[in-house]
């Protein structure tokens, strides 16, 4: 997921490879954002978390010569992979910012579309936030943000289980823990379910917000396993789950058959007007 200040994920090559690995799940997801936000080729775009690039790759695919991207995350190393990445990607001024996206900063000036892919939920007490986004910016600046929503699944997961799939607990499992890892930072990993109300309580005009599951396959599967990777120590730590447990995780999440799947996290996705 992408990252403001104090992102408690790893900022490393194998970290920007499992955001790598969300851009083509989010692909959908996000085609459908821009389209909501109906981007010109004129248009000042902020994006909020840039992270390596993904994202801002497919928001430059729509901008022209006239329009630019304002990237902007807190990770040097992120944002030099995504300097990396976006050389010579379309036609548009690209802009990498250096900063804190929960500090909003005089990057906003101008702005037509303030976009954000996973990163709301890193930013403690996001509302307040978002609630100073819509005093900042202009009126009618587009807005739209995309959320991973772990919380959802586990209704399915646990029915599925009772009902004669016991194999699919690792999921659960890995949902549960990062569900925990999340709260003990104090960061909510279920801010997309309340993101429209936010929204439309904050003033925010034409909010609109979709649901949809992630796809249940080998990207999936890498994805939770990289997870477990970058974070075995805090788990530990946090004591949510030792060493030896996410190991053992790991191998049953090895074993499973993709093609037998049922998601292990959704997504919303909510745009509005400022």
């Keep these: 997921m992408t990252m403001p200040l104090g992102y408690i994920l790893g900022q490393s090559p194998t970290a920007a490879r499992r955001l790598e690995i969300q851009d083509g799940q989010f692909a959908e997801a996000s085609e459908a954002l821009l389209d909501e936000l109906a981007l010109a080729p004129h248009d000042r775009v902020v994006e909020l978390g840039c992270g390596p690039g993904g994202f801002s790759r497919r928001i430059l695919g729509r901008l022209g010569p006239a329009g630019v991207l304002v990237a902007v995350d807190s990770s040097e190393s992120l944002l030099a992979q995504a300097r990396q990445t976006l050389a010579g990607v379309g036609s548009a001024k690209y802009e990498p910012t250096l900063a804190d996206v929960a500090d909003l900063g005089p990057w906003l000036a101008g702005a037509d579309v303030?976009?954000?892919?996973?990163?709301?939920?890193?930013?403690?007490?996001?509302?307040l936030m978002l609630g100073r986004l819509r005093a900042i910016v202009r009126p009618a600046t587009r807005i739209g943000f995309i959320e991973p929503d772990f919380r959802s699944v586990l209704g399915r997961l646990a029915y599925m289980q009772a009902n004669g799939r016991p194999e699919l607990a690792p999921l659960a499992i890995w949902a549960t823990a990062i569900n925990e890892l999340y709260l003990a930072k104090r960061i909510s990993p279920d801010v997309g379910a309340s993101?429209?109300?936010?929204?439309k309580y904050a003033g925010y005009r034409n909010v609109r917000s979709q649901w949809s599951a992630c796809q249940p396959d080998?990207?999936?599967l890498e994805n939770m396993l990289m997870f477990y990777d970058e974070v075995r120590e805090?788990?530990?730590?946090?004591?949510?789950?030792t060493t030896a447990e996410?190991?053992?995780?790991?191998?049953?999440?090895?074993?499973?058959?993709?093609?037998?799947l049922t998601p292990a996290w959704a997504?919303?996705?909510v745009s509005a007007m400022a």
């Design 267 to 269: 997504n919303y996705r």
């Design 195 to 199: 993101l429209a109300q936010t929204l």
């Design 114 to 127: 303030v976009v954000g892919r996973a990163v709301l939920h890193h930013v403690p007490m996001v509302e």
């Design 246 to 260: 996410v190991d053992r995780q790991m191998s049953l999440l090895r074993g499973l058959d993709p093609a037998t």
């Design 234 to 241: 805090r788990l530990q730590a946090l004591a949510i789950m």
């Design 218 to 220: 080998e990207r999936m």
